[in-house]
């Protein structure tokens, strides 16, 4: 189990261009030795407060403003790209890229208190990290517009309501929680756990007829996969051989 934490909590956890370098590399990096769950939290009083603002606006032309902006994107991509559960603990504040980070990771464990928004277009902004689609295959296109839209901030319970948000915990108990439900997951079939993540992430904006198609190749993955984990005496039946 690897456990990525932002650590600025002077500022919150604000994101700046090294923060995001430094989540996506960790993730990758947790992956490579081996990691089976990933859990992401924030040091201090917040999960993370968004882009920090009083950070020098970087002097950028057209080409370094998409580079950079691509390295933001790429914490999504290795969150989605991890063959593994990435859970997010959060408390006291997931404000935009906090909370796309949240939206973008597999299961989110919140504490009571915790408070969420998308500033962005207040701020003159557009959202990144894939909440463009993530938001609303989770709340429905209404709630999701209405809330980038606003930035209204709402709470762990709403979250929780809306499906966005998986448990909601006493206040310090977020971390715990969430290193608890990553251990269950490591006593489930590797295989098949990554396989559920991949299909439901795929399949979010694919036509019926293309995540049929999908789900049938995720599938031939384990018919002849001999991973130490299994269970084999369910995995016959479910392939009717048992």
Same mark, same amino acid.
């Given at each position: 189990?690897? $456990?990525?934490?932002?650590?600025?909590?002077?500022?919150?956890?604000?994101?700046? /261009?090294?923060?995001?370098?430094?989540?996506?590399?960790?993730?990758?990096?947790?992956? /490579?030795?081996?990691?089976?769950?990933?859990?992401l939290?924030?040091?201090?009083?917040?999960?993370?407060?968004?882009? /920090?603002?009083?950070?020098?606006?970087?002097?950028?032309?057209?080409?370094?403003?998409?580079?950079?902006?691509?390295?933001?994107?790429?914490?999504?991509?290795?969150?989605?790209?991890?063959?593994?559960?990435v859970?997010?603990?959060?408390?006291?504040?997931a $404000?935009?890229?906090g909370?796309?980070?949240? $939206?973008?990771?597999?299961l989110?464990?919140?504490?009571?208190?915790?408070?969420?928004?998308?500033?962005?277009?207040g701020?003159?902004l557009?959202?990144?990290?894939?909440?463009?689609?993530?938001?609303?295959?989770?709340?429905?296109?209404?709630?999701?517009?209405?809330?980038?839209m606003t930035?209204?901030?709402?709470?762990?319970e709403e979250?929780?309501?809306?499906?966005?948000?998986?448990? $909601?915990?006493p206040?310090?108990?977020?971390?715990?929680?969430?290193?608890?439900?990553?251990?269950?997951?490591?006593?489930?079939?590797?295989?098949?756990?990554?396989?559920?993540?991949?299909?439901? /992430?795929?399949?979010?904006?694919?036509?019926?007829?293309?995540?049929?198609?999908?789900?049938?190749d995720?599938?031939?993955?384990?018919?002849?996969?001999?991973?130490?984990?299994?269970?084999?005496?369910?995995?016959?039946?479910?392939?009717?051989?048992a």
């Amino acid at each position: 189990m690897a $456990v990525i934490e932002l650590n600025r909590p002077h500022r919150l956890n604000a994101v700046t /261009d090294t923060v995001a370098r430094a989540v996506a590399a960790a993730v990758r990096r947790a992956v /490579d030795e081996g990691a089976r769950a990933i859990l992401l939290t924030g040091a201090g009083r917040a999960f993370c407060s968004g882009h /920090d603002l009083k950070e020098p606006v970087p002097k950028e032309n057209a080409l370094s403003a998409r580079e950079r902006l691509e390295r933001l994107q790429d914490v999504t991509r290795a969150i989605k790209r991890a063959p593994v559960p990435v859970i997010a603990a959060v408390h006291g504040w997931a $404000v935009g890229a906090g909370c796309e980070w949240a $939206v973008a990771c597999d299961l989110v464990v919140a504490a009571e208190g915790t408070r969420f928004s998308f500033p962005e277009v207040g701020a003159g902004l557009a959202v990144t990290n894939g909440v463009s689609q993530l938001l609303g295959a989770v709340l429905g296109p209404q709630r999701a517009k209405y809330l980038l839209m606003t930035g209204a901030v709402f709470t762990a319970e709403e979250a929780h309501g809306w499906g966005m948000v998986n448990e $909601v915990v006493p206040e310090g108990e977020e971390r715990r929680r969430a290193l608890a439900l990553a251990e269950s997951l490591l006593d489930k079939p590797s295989i098949p756990l990554a396989l559920a993540k991949e299909g439901i /992430d795929r399949g979010l904006g694919a036509g019926l007829e293309e995540a049929l198609t999908m789900e049938v190749d995720l599938s031939m993955r384990v018919v002849d996969t001999e991973d130490p984990g299994r269970d084999a005496t369910a995995q016959d039946r479910k392939w009717g051989t048992a």
